[in-house]
DNA sequence: ATGTAGTTGTTGGTCGCAAGCAAGATGATG
DNA sequence: CATCATCTTGCTTGCGACCAACAACTACAT
């Protein structure tokens, strides 16, 4: 049902999708996704949860512990990797964001309160690598957090537009040496 | 009538906001913005062809033909200018380019044509500022484009989801710190 | 002032369809 | 056979897009 939504999503948005389509491609009949979700909404957000829960699963396996510099870049592989191998997850799950930013919801709530979270990891991961002396002290590490969170939407967004147009290899490649370059202490 | 689409995009998004509802927020019937655009579709069009020239008039009025770091910069202050100044036009914007990145439509293909562009002029002011001495030779004007373009979509992105967790004035002043250390050659 | 044409805006109505609900079918299990 | 969960079907309601006919106003020539 799930994987039906998926495809769904990803041709026509959330907003044109019918929980009728998503029953009947699934296989079922078209009044099923409404009576296991209640309504609309609440389909959209176990959506939510799902996605969540699976790049969750996917960054944390990839960062593990680690912090500083190879904290930051395991999390640009992840993406890397999340980009490539799980591309239509990746394009449902942030179609359901951005058109949840459209009008009030639930989804949207979580995703301001899920986006601080993201924002103080990476703020934390500089902060644990400048203690190690790793990570030159005049990195901000809240700011730096900005730019990476930034980075990493910017490049999902400009991946959305047109994914054809992005050598993936190249700009994960090249950002590396970026963040190398910012951060690393010079001696 | 722009106007009444605007606010009314800012509060339920393109998708569910409805023509009748434009057209009576701008104080005529429910069937003029109907008769006067056709379509939804074209309603549309014609709204993010007024975006896109509001944009570009803004950022060239920063940007002219300066180049190098410095044309960076302008463009950094033309967007940090643009998003207090003109909040409301750019939380519509992007909003109308989000919800058509869910279907095909023309205002996609239009969309990933403007971002060919904003990437080509980013990477152009790299090569002339190399070409000047004034940016280290070791930087590749492509990559740091499309990273510059991922921290403007991307900051846009992180204010759009919750504006109030974002200080922009500090954001940006950093983000001229992180340009000019990653820029600027060594001597 | 009057007839003609063009522009701008209004109104009534059709069509299609999504969401939601309720009643019932199906089928497994103890 | 009784119960519970799962799934289907018929139906209602509401509404958005779109269209066609028409009204009101303006301009301007005669």
Redesign the interface.
């Known amino acids: 049902m799930f994987e039906a939504a998926i495809q769904l999503?990803i041709?026509?948005?959330?907003?044109?999708t019918t929980l009728k389509e998503i029953g009947e491609l699934a296989g079922y009949s078209r009044g099923l996704a409404h009576s296991r979700f209640g309504s609309k909404e609440g389909f959209l957000q176990q959506l939510f949860v799902r996605f969540d829960g699976r790049w969750k699963e996917h960054l944390s396996s990839y960062v593990g512990d680690k912090f500083g510099i190879e904290a930051v870049l395991a999390a640009v592989h992840a993406l890397r990797d999340f980009l490539t191998a799980e591309a239509s997850y990746m394009r449902a799950m942030y179609?359901l964001w951005?058109?949840s930013?459209?009008?009030d919801s639930k989804i949207?709530r979580k995703?301001?309160d899920h986006?601080?979270v993201y924002r103080e990891d990476a703020a934390r991961w500089v902060r644990r690598g400048i203690e190690a002396g790793e990570i030159a002290p005049t990195i901000?590490p809240e700011?730096f957090s900005?730019?990476f969170?930034?980075?990493?939407?910017?490049?999902i967004?400009?991946w959305?537009?047109?994914a054809e147009?992005?050598d993936l290899e190249?700009?994960f490649d090249?950002?590396e040496l970026?963040v190398q370059?910012?951060l690393r202490v010079k001696e």
């Open positions: 999503i041709e026509r948005g959330t907003e044109r179609m951005y058109e930013l459209g009008h949207r995703l301001a986006h601080r901000n700011q900005i730019q969170n930034a980075f990493v939407f910017g490049i967004y400009q959305l537009v047109n147009a992005l190249a700009i090249d950002y970026t370059r910012l």
